[in-house]
């Protein structure tokens, strides 16, 4: 009888890491401070005849890439995604995805969406995969752990200006940190509870014109962007986020 590979439960960030080349890391890390000039519409007007325009596409081409390996390796079962149901209850719990279901799913690795042709969507929240793969991808790593996350805890430090997903430390400017804080502060007070977009840009003096723009050079984007629900002018953060003990 063969034995079960050992599994760890890692992010999707995280899993992306682990199924690119040496070369392709070293080429994310080279072009992800140029990411925004591509993702953000505005900059992208501005910048796309311009190199900063290119190395931002060429960052994305491969992110999209390594992607497509993972979609890959799902659909055959070597790894597991956990989802939750976008609309579904409030406090339901992440639960593996079928690999048979992959093949009816398009996957957006920038929202960490997967959604199916009748519109219903799956938030991607962890990854199950083989630990005897996460060494052979990082054989000299001291620490394992450090790229073990569980993507639904987070804190908040008003002292050190830190928002904290999983085993992530962002260190946020002023005025992100000031509508993260907002934002925590009503996920503490009621999961679900939604703030409007143009108050929380205003009470945190910030001249852009969605969430989206006042991250958008912020390199905790990708991490951020599928927590930060937005709709009808409102945003919130996600209701299955679990606050750490304490906060």
Request: glycine residues 6%; negative net charge.
């Amino acid at each position: 009888m063969m034995e079960e590979p050992e599994l760890q439960t890692i992010s999707l960030e995280a899993a992306l890491r682990h199924l690119a080349t040496e070369a392709e890391r070293a080429e994310l890390d080279k072009y992800i401070e140029y990411r925004e000039f591509a993702s953000d519409w505005m900059a992208a007007m501005v910048y796309q005849s311009k190199p900063e325009y290119e190395y931002g596409m060429k960052y994305f081409r491969l992110r999209w890439q390594i992607a497509e390996r993972l979609v890959g390796k799902l659909r055959l079962g070597d790894i597991v995604a956990t989802g939750i149901k976008l609309g579904g209850k409030i406090n339901a719990q992440p639960i593996p995805i079928s690999k048979y279901l992959w093949s009816k799913l398009e996957f957006d690795v920038d929202t960490f969406e997967a959604c199916r042709k009748d519109g219903e969507k799956i938030l991607i929240v962890d990854i199950l995969f083989p630990i005897h793969l996460i060494y052979a991808a990082n054989p000299h790593e001291d620490n394992l752990q450090n790229s073990i996350v569980s993507a639904n805890k987070v804190s908040f430090s008003e002292e050190y200006g830190t928002f904290t997903v999983g085993s992530e430390d962002m260190k946020l400017k002023k005025i992100q940190k000031a509508i993260i804080r907002q934002l925590f502060n009503a996920l503490k007070e009621r999961r679900g509870k939604r703030l409007r977009t143009s108050e929380v840009l205003n009470k945190a003096d910030s001249k852009a014109e969605s969430i989206s723009q006042a991250f958008s050079e912020s390199r905790y984007w990708p991490v951020l962007n599928p927590l930060i629900r937005r709709e009808g002018g409102e945003c919130w953060l996600l209701e299955e986020l679990e606050i750490l003990p304490g906060q």
